[in-house]
């Protein structure tokens, strides 16, 4: 399995501000991905990390407010800008080592965030 | 896209017995059904999958049946412990895309 090393783990932030989150894995992975997930609720999918080009967002999520960059295969960033109290949640990173059918997604530890 | 639905979103269940969650998704071209298990404050583990080539796939206590033709899935544990207690998630994969979609999760209590 592929580890995945997310920093930073928790942040409190003031509201109108922006966090970058980083995501390293430790080998080569097809794909990338940035989950949000709110306090008791599922994972939302917000994006694909594309390397090299535009992320591929979801519905309901935009570059403006979550910018993604992936410059290589292993690392990834999100971006949560002009940040309000709504955006606090935890947010994770994942990999895919293949596409396909052999799929499988592994995660980050998660960055605990809290919007004040 | 893709839709994954999980019932029941709680589930209490006596130590020992079984557990069985049920999901259904709604994009045939995904041929992927992972199961997560995450424990308070911690990340998502993956815990069993099944490809679209099986329908059935056991690892010890732990389960999981698939049926295609009505795009259901299900997890079953038999003989519940009180580890197992956690929120379980069911997803779905699609071949083209790769993401997995999450079913919004089943709290899963096992009782003494």
């Known amino acids: 399995s592929a580890v995945i090393s997310q920093k930073p783990s928790r942040d409190i932030c003031q509201r109108g501000t922006s966090l970058t989150i980083q995501c390293q894995v430790d080998s080569q992975v097809t794909m990338m991905f940035w989950y949000r997930q709110q306090p008791g609720q599922s994972l939302t999918l917000i994006a694909t990390?594309?390397?090299?080009?535009?992320?591929?967002?979801e519905s309901g999520f935009v570059i403006d407010k979550f910018p993604i960059s992936r410059p290589n295969l292993t690392f990834s960033t999100l971006t949560v800008s002009n940040m309000s109290p709504e955006d606090s949640s935890i947010y994770l990173c994942?990999?895919?080592?293949?596409?396909?059918?052999?799929?499988?997604?592994?995660f980050g530890q998660g960055t605990r965030l809290t919007v004040v | 896209g893709e839709n994954v639905e999980q019932h029941p979103s709680t589930l209490s269940v006596q130590e020992g017995d079984s557990a069985v969650i049920k999901c259904t998704y709604s994009?045939?071209?995904?041929?992927?059904f992972p199961w997560y298990k995450q424990e308070l404050g911690k990340r998502p583990q993956l815990i069993i999958d099944i490809r679209s080539n099986v329908g059935e796939k056991k690892d010890q206590r732990i389960a999981v049946t698939l049926n295609k033709t009505a795009k259901h899935f299900s997890l079953h544990i038999t003989e519940t412990q009180p580890e197992d207690s956690a929120v379980y998630f069911c997803?779905?994969?699609?071949?083209?895309?790769?993401?997995?979609?999450f079913g919004k999760g089943t709290r899963l209590h096992i009782l003494p």
């Open positions: 994942s990999a895919t080592r293949y596409g396909g059918i052999d799929t499988e997604a592994f």
């Open positions: 994009d045939s071209a995904s041929n992927y």
């Open positions: 997803a779905a994969s699609s071949v083209v895309e790769g993401k997995i979609i």
């Open positions: 990390a594309n390397q090299g080009s535009e992320a591929t967002y």
